[in-house]
T-cell receptor, first 113, second 114 residues
C-alpha cells in the first residue's frame, strides 16, 4: 500500500514568516493529495487539496505544490498568524485502494506573536 | 449546512465491555470512512463504505471491530471486549461518491478504556 512521510514533525515560526511542510509518497498511482489542519479537540479540517494533473494550487495565504516525478508535495503558508498554530496532516490516495486516505504523521506548527 | 456528526463525543468504559460509536454523515454523501487516531499517532484507516457496495474492511485491526451502515446513511462502529490499546479518538468522514472527493471529518469520539 501507500506510505506517506511528513517532515518536519514540529515547526516554530515568527508571526509573519512563511512555513513549509513537506511530504513524500510511495505509490506512483496516487493522484489526490489533501492537507488537513487539526486543532486541539477537533476533527481534521480540509484546508487545500491538489490532484495529480496540476503542479500547484493556491488559496489566499496557502499553497500546495506537487512533483509527481519525485513523488513529493509541499504545503506553503505565507504571512503566518497565531491562529495558524495547529497540527497539519498531509495525505494521499487514488492508488490501488481507492478512497481511503493514507496520512503522514503530522506537523505541529507553532506561530509566535 | 450540517457537517459530520459523531456521538458520543467522549466515552469511558471498563476493559472487556462493548462500545458503539455513531456517525451521521453529511446529507448526500454516500461514501463514509472510519479512522482511528491514537495519542501522538497519525490517522489510521479502519473501514470504508461506498453506497451499496461491500465495505472495504481491510483496516480493521481485529475481529473485535465491526461496523454497519444502515439505509446508506448513519454508521455504527462497534468494538467488542474492549482492550486498553483500543483507547483512541475514532473519527468518521464522509464524501461524495465519485472519484477522489474531499473527505470531511467529524470531531470524533474520544474513547478511554480503563
Amino acid at each position: 500500500g501507500e506510505n506517506v512521510e511528513q517532515h518536519p514533525s514540529t515547526l516554530s515560526v515568527q508571526e509573519g514568516d512563511s512555513a513549509v511542510i513537506k511530504c513524500t509518497y510511495s505509490d506512483s498511482a496516487s493522484n489526490y493529495f489533501p492537507w488537513y489542519k487539526q486543532e486541539l479537540g477537533k476533527g481534521p479540517q480540509l484546508i487545500i487539496d491538489i490532484r495529480s494533473n496540476v503542479g500547484e494550487k493556491k488559496d489566499q495565504r496557502i499553497a500546495v505544490t506537487l512533483n509527481k516525478t519525485a513523488k513529493h508535495f509541499s504545503l506553503h503558508i505565507t504571512e503566518t498568524q497565531p491562529e495558524d498554530s495547529a497540527v497539519y496532516f498531509c495525505a494521499a490516495t487514488g492508488g490501488s485502494t481507492l478512497g481511503r486516505l493514507y496520512f503522514g504523521r503530522g506537523t505541529q506548527l507553532t506561530v509566535w506573536p | 449546512g450540517a457537517g459530520v456528526s459523531q456521538s458520543p463525543s467522549n466515552k469511558v468504559t471498563e476493559k472487556g465491555k462493548d462500545v458503539e460509536l455513531r456517525c451521521d454523515p453529511i446529507s448526500g454523501h454516500t461514501a463514509l470512512y472510519w479512522y482511528r487516531q491514537s495519542l501522538g499517532q497519525g490517522l489510521e484507516f479502519l473501514i470504508y463504505f461506498q453506497g451499496n457496495s461491500a465495505p472495504d474492511k481491510s483496516g480493521l485491526p481485529s475481529d473485535r471491530f465491526s461496523a454497519e451502515r444502515t439505509g446508506g446513511s448513519v454508521s455504527t462502529l462497534t468494538i467488542q471486549r474492549t482492550q486498553q490499546e483500543d483507547s483512541a479518538v475514532y473519527l468518521c468522514a464522509s464524501s461524495l461518491p465519485w472519484g477522489n472527493q474531499p473527505q470531511h471529518f467529524g470531531d470524533g469520539t474520544r474513547l478511554s478504556i480503563l
